[in-house]
């Protein structure tokens, strides 16, 4: 797809913590129901192009707009209603209560109740090891499930636009691969994905498009296998010299 | 069977002051209160997580704006409810200001509260009567009778308090403040709005407050700035609610009535070393039973521990 029928739509963005600037000018586009990858080393700014995209840092230039309508000022309520839902890295579930109740706050600002208990049973059928353990804390699920949980969560959400950061931090190949397939069948249902991911090749390999982001810019961009084929890609990220 | 519980509780309360004399009618005048105080703080600090210590700045305010409006020849039930709307208003102000804060250092912010009301008080003796403190006018009625009612009017709060508990625990607030208090900044995300959240949890562990705090002055009609801004008012409570259970809905009241137990029969024993007692006493318990009664595993206790 090409960028210019783009629909959530980042221009020349720059944006930081107080005096520290971290993103440098970003560009990036995403249409509905695409896979977009962003990828990067440590510390280069992905997580806070995500926190900024949903409000939670607020940007200082440039603009981020959804279907032509401005996000520049929006709370993280106001993004969450637009459609754009995002799973934090490190998942930060609330560990002390019960799985149900995790999901079920990834709708708190929905009213169409018959529609989350139809969400609910999605989500429960999408990752059934979560309907075992509804009833149980959080806190006390392995990594991989709680990462279930933290998705699940944000599909309970309605989104449109689903970022996550960091799928596969610390967790079990096996467990990534299962996160990956349900990704793709999220992708399937409509719902357009924007990812962080340190493991390149597996995202590479999922996405329809990929940023390469390097200390607040965006150094290398264009489809999945381009970027893939890129020497600077392979030599930095994939070790191939 | 709860409700039954609740109701057979209800019922012997109303009933109480025709049984007691009136030392047990003072006493759960008392027990009132600090059910008032435990489930208000419990709002912020067991629900929402916020360890807030301005309860005495609360009940402060709420002594002293109905001791003010009564001198002035107000209605005594008017003074009240407007004690309780002016401490609900200056905790919405404050918690805007301080709600920032986390911690330890938001409970010290909140502790500062009470000092800082307690010196503006003590100040301004043209309205307040600064340390001389200030009489209220006693109401003419027998002892029994004002008795009667200075009981039935903290059981009212009382209920009221714990009615707003237990529709707040249920609620969608609810559930939003138990997100911010286990993780604030994924509550924020899921579109929580924690400010204001935070703002309505600082809050309602006011509004009832301030009124016990005027009802509490106007029974006992004198007032002085370290009697109603005493920082023991901001301890106990939070004592209560470990006793019973952060939380729960009936976990503070639990805690309450345990810890005026508590102090009664510490304090009858042990004249000249009560607070040392009941301190010992509260670090046992709360070793103990950390999470508090409600969470106390009766059925294992009785079958004996097992590895």
């Known amino acids: ?241 | 069977m709860k409700k039954i519980a609740i109701f057979v509780a209800i019922v012997a309360l109303l009933a109480l002051p025709y049984f007691g004399n009136n030392y047990i009618v003072r006493l759960a005048t008392v027990m009132m209160m600090y059910s008032v105080l435990a489930l208000s703080w419990n709002f912020i600090g067991g629900m929402a997580g916020y360890p807030s210590f301005a309860t005495a700045a609360f009940f402060g305010i709420g002594a002293y704006v109905g001791a003010i409006l009564q001198a002035n020849g107000i209605f005594f039930g008017a003074a009240w409810f407007a004690a309780g709307l002016i401490a609900l208003i200056f905790a919405a102000i404050m918690g805007r200001a301080i709600l920032h804060l986390r911690g330890h250092y938001f409970a010290i912010a909140s502790l500062v509260m009470v000092e800082v009301l307690r010196e503006v008080v003590n100040t301004n003796d043209q309205i307040t009567g600064g340390g001389m403190g200030m009489n209220i006018p006693i109401l003419k009625i027998s002892v029994e009778a004002s008795g009667m009612l200075f009981y039935y009017s903290m059981f009212v709060v009382a209920l009221l308090t714990l009615a707003t508990a237990s529709w707040v625990y249920h609620s969608k607030l609810g559930f939003g403040f138990r997100c911010i208090q286990q993780n604030e900044a994924a509550a924020n995300m899921l579109g929580v709005d924690s400010t204001k959240y935070k703002t309505i949890a600082f809050s309602l562990s006011a509004v009832f407050v301030g009124m016990a705090g005027a009802i509490y002055a106007s029974w006992v009609n004198y007032i002085e700035p370290p009697d109603v801004f005493d920082i023991f008012l901001t301890i106990k409570p939070v004592v209560m609610v470990l006793l019973g259970g952060m939380g729960t809905v009936f976990g503070p009241i639990i805690g309450a009535v345990a810890f005026l137990a508590l102090e009664e029969i510490v304090w009858r024993n042990f004249l000249t070393i009560h607070s040392a007692v009941l301190g010992l006493l509260i670090v046992l318990l709360v070793l103990f039973l950390p999470k508090g009664a409600l969470f106390f595993d009766y059925r294992q206790f009785f079958r004996g521990r097992k590895k």
Not at chain 1, 35 to 51: D, F, H, Q, Y
Not at chain 1, 99 to 118: E, F, P
């Open chain 1, 1 to 241: 797809m090409s960028e210019n029928i783009a629909q959530l739509e980042i221009k020349a963005l720059t944006s930081g913590y107080g005096e520290i600037q971290v993103l440098w000018g970003i560009d990036v586009g995403i249409s509905a129901g695409e896979t977009v990858c962003i990828i990067g080393s440590n510390g280069v700014g992905k997580s806070t192009l995500l926190r900024t995209i949903s409000g939670i840092v607020k940007l200082t230039g440039g603009s981020i707009t959804l279907d032509g309508v401005s996000l520049n000022n929006a709370t993280p309520e106001d993004v969450l209603s637009a459609g754009i839902v995002h799973v934090p890295e490190g998942r930060r579930l609330f560990s002390a209560m019960s799985v149900r109740d995790n999901l079920l706050m990834g709708a708190y600002l929905r009213k169409d109740k018959s529609a989350i208990q139809d969400d609910l049973e999605y989500v429960y059928h999408m990752f059934p090891i979560l309907a075992e353990r509804r009833r149980q804390d959080a806190g006390t699920l392995s990594g991989g499930e709680q990462q279930m949980c933290a998705i699940g969560r944000g599909v309970m959400g309605r989104p449109r636009y689903l970022m996550i950061d960091e799928l596969s931090l610390g967790l079990a190949p096996r467990a990534v691969d299962l996160l990956f397939e349900a990704l793709h069948n999220i992708n399937q249902s409509g719902v357009a994905i924007l990812l962080v991911e340190q493991d390149v090749m597996n995202a590479l390999e999922f996405a329809d498009r990929a940023f390469v982001v390097d200390q607040g810019k965006i150094i290398v961009s264009g489809n999945a296998d381009e970027v893939a084929a890129n020497p600077l890609v392979q030599e930095a990220y994939m070790g191939v010299v």
